[in-house]
């Protein structure tokens, strides 16, 4: 072993050890309670509980609309900068609470047309009006300022907080399903660990920021702009991730809704995986200024993708029952959709990795051109597929997938093609 091969294999090591430390009870954390929630919840509540953190996900994108992208691309060039950096956060900060309440009026409607038929009482009704409003504004103050600590090269901390909150939700869920396994105290320590994550969060902002800072009226101009350009974008994005959930709602049983939301609860062990990447790889793609050493790392972070998700598909088709045995006994019959699900589920995670590189140098103009594509694509699965069952639903969500995919491909070749030639000719003309 060579002497820079051995410095490369120790800086590695002194980057990931930390990380993983820290990264591997979270997300195990994460991981158990959202098995033991599939497992303890009868078929009905969990049915509701899916369709609520569902909802609860469309209301998290359309309250960012990309704003969080754009704070850490930026934050690159004034990373070391406090002044502008608080004004940075703040003018992100602002540009969140509106949006905010945009999608709080929204959630109203979504959230009656979402369980209409599911025999949930005005009272419980009324209950989810107000863990689905909390849950979003601590949500938001979590998202911005969770950014932070990756701008500044200091993941640990966030994955301190986020530790924190998950062994909170943890003991919660554990104590309220031993002595309600229902839907509303399940849904309600979920809140409880993201206001610890908020809490946690916003407590090293302020060592690090001054957080009265005022929000910049050019920076609040430009996200302004920004969010404006990315609307229709945003908007479709907020639903389509949830469509699948949505459609087997409207059409589907209450059975075949809880059986999506426990497949789902496999897709969160990708969902670890593209956390980790966004918190270790981005921010450092953020300030890379060499085309060439960006292209190996971004071929490199995707073949790396793919191999893993090939791994996980190819463990649905011969060990299903293993697989299978997390979600418990109740959904055991899913042995024939799984490794459809876990295809579906590691296409997403390519196709979220390839919009993550491509975001860290905030190339993401004309992915809009994806939305009618995708919604092309939709309609013809509509007339293929029963989206009312599982194997339909699940084939229409992964139908959905792929003009995403190759519209960021092609967008990651002009923008990398241009970079290196640009590069290229700079250093002809360079003495």
Same mark, same amino acid.
């Given at each position: 072993?060579? $002497?820079?091969?051995?410095?490369?294999?120790?800086?590695?090591?002194?980057?990931?050890?930390?990380?993983?430390?820290?990264?591997?009870?979270?997300?195990?954390?994460?991981?158990?309670?959202?098995?033991?929630?599939?497992?303890?919840?009868?078929?009905?509540?969990?049915?509701?509980?899916?369709?609520?953190?569902?909802?609860?996900?469309?209301?998290?994108?359309?309250?960012?609309?990309?704003?969080?992208?754009?704070?850490?691309?930026?934050?690159?060039? *004034?990373?070391?900068?406090?002044?502008?950096?608080?004004?940075?956060?703040?003018?992100?900060? $602002?540009?969140?609470?509106?949006?905010?309440?945009?999608?709080?009026?929204?959630?109203?409607?979504?959230?009656?047309?979402?369980?209409?038929?599911?025999?949930? &009482?005005?009272?419980?009704?009324?209950?989810?009006?107000?863990?689905?409003?909390?849950?979003?504004?601590?949500?938001?103050?979590?998202?911005?300022?969770?950014?932070?600590?990756?701008?500044?090269?200091?993941?640990?901390?966030?994955?301190?907080?986020?530790?924190?909150?998950?062994?909170?939700?943890?003991?919660?869920?554990?104590?309220?399903?031993? *002595?309600?396994? %229902?839907?509303?105290?399940?849904?309600?320590?979920?809140?409880?660990?993201?206001?610890?994550?908020?809490? %946690?969060?916003?407590?090293?902002?302020?060592?690090?920021?001054?957080?009265?800072?005022?929000? &910049?009226?050019?920076?609040?101009?430009?996200?302004?702009?920004?969010?404006?350009?990315?609307?229709?974008?945003?908007?479709?994005?907020?639903?389509?991730?949830?469509?699948?959930?949505?459609?087997?709602?409207?059409?589907?049983?209450?059975?075949?809704?809880?059986?999506?939301?426990?497949?789902?609860?496999?897709?969160?062990?990708?969902?670890?995986?593209?956390?980790?990447?966004?918190?270790?790889?981005?921010?450092?793609?953020?300030?890379? *200024?060499?085309?060439?050493?960006?292209?190996?790392?971004?071929?490199?972070?995707?073949? %790396?993708?793919?191999?893993?998700?090939?791994?996980?598909?190819?463990?649905?088709?011969? $060990?299903?029952?293993?697989?299978?045995?997390?979600?418990?006994?109740?959904?055991?019959?899913?042995?024939?959709?799984?490794?459809?699900?876990?295809?579906?589920?590691?296409?997403?995670?390519?196709?979220?990795?390839?919009?993550?590189?491509? &975001?860290?140098?905030?190339?993401?103009?004309?992915?809009?051109?994806?939305?009618?594509? *995708?919604?092309?694509?939709?309609?013809?699965?509509?007339?293929?597929?029963?989206?009312?069952?599982?194997?339909?639903?699940?084939?229409?969500?992964?139908?959905?997938?792929?003009?995403?995919?190759?519209?960021?491909?092609?967008?990651?070749?002009?923008?990398?093609?241009?970079?290196?030639? &640009?590069?290229?000719?700079?250093?002809?003309?360079?003495?």
């Amino acid at each position: 072993m060579t $002497r820079a091969i051995r410095g490369r294999f120790w800086r590695l090591a002194r980057l990931l050890v930390p990380f993983l430390s820290l990264e591997v009870p979270t997300q195990l954390a994460a991981l158990v309670v959202g098995f033991v929630i599939v497992r303890v919840l009868p078929v009905r509540d969990f049915a509701v509980y899916a369709l609520i953190t569902a909802l609860q996900g469309t209301l998290a994108i359309l309250s960012d609309a990309g704003v969080s992208t754009v704070l850490v691309a930026r934050a690159g060039a *004034v990373h070391s900068d406090k002044k502008a950096l608080a004004e940075l956060v703040a003018s992100a900060k $602002r540009a969140r609470r509106v949006l905010e309440g945009l999608a709080l009026v929204l959630s109203g409607p979504l959230l009656f047309l979402w369980l209409r038929g599911r025999s949930v &009482s005005v009272t419980d009704y009324a209950i989810l009006l107000v863990i689905v409003a909390v849950g979003l504004h601590l949500q938001v103050t979590y998202s911005v300022y969770a950014a932070l600590p990756v701008i500044l090269l200091e993941p640990h901390y966030l994955q301190v907080a986020q530790l924190t909150g998950s062994l909170v939700r943890f003991a919660g869920i554990v104590i309220v399903l031993l *002595v309600a396994p %229902l839907y509303l105290p399940a849904l309600s320590a979920n809140v409880l660990g993201i206001a610890v994550q908020a809490w %946690l969060l916003k407590r090293y902002a302020r060592r690090n920021i001054n957080l009265r800072s005022p929000a &910049s009226e050019q920076q609040l101009t430009e996200l302004r702009r920004f969010i404006r350009r990315q609307f229709v974008n945003t908007f479709y994005y907020a639903f389509s991730s949830q469509l699948t959930m949505w459609l087997i709602g409207f059409k589907g049983s209450t059975r075949a809704v809880a059986e999506i939301g426990a497949l789902g609860r496999l897709g969160n062990v990708i969902a670890v995986a593209q956390s980790s990447l966004s918190m270790l790889a981005l921010p450092r793609l953020a300030r890379e *200024v060499s085309p060439i050493r960006f292209l190996r790392r971004y071929v490199a972070i995707v073949l %790396l993708v793919a191999g893993c998700g090939l791994v996980l598909v190819s463990l649905a088709v011969a $060990r299903p029952g293993v697989v299978l045995w997390f979600l418990g006994p109740k959904y055991e019959n899913l042995g024939s959709v799984l490794p459809l699900s876990i295809g579906c589920y590691a296409t997403l995670w390519l196709s979220s990795t390839v919009f993550s590189l491509n &975001s860290s140098k905030a190339w993401v103009d004309r992915v809009w051109i994806a939305i009618p594509l *995708v919604i092309v694509s939709q309609i013809a699965a509509l007339f293929l597929f029963d989206v009312g069952t599982v194997r339909g639903a699940i084939w229409f969500g992964w139908v959905s997938l792929f003009p995403p995919l190759i519209v960021n491909t092609i967008i990651a070749i002009s923008r990398l093609s241009g970079w290196l030639r &640009s590069n290229a000719a700079a250093n002809l003309v360079a003495p």
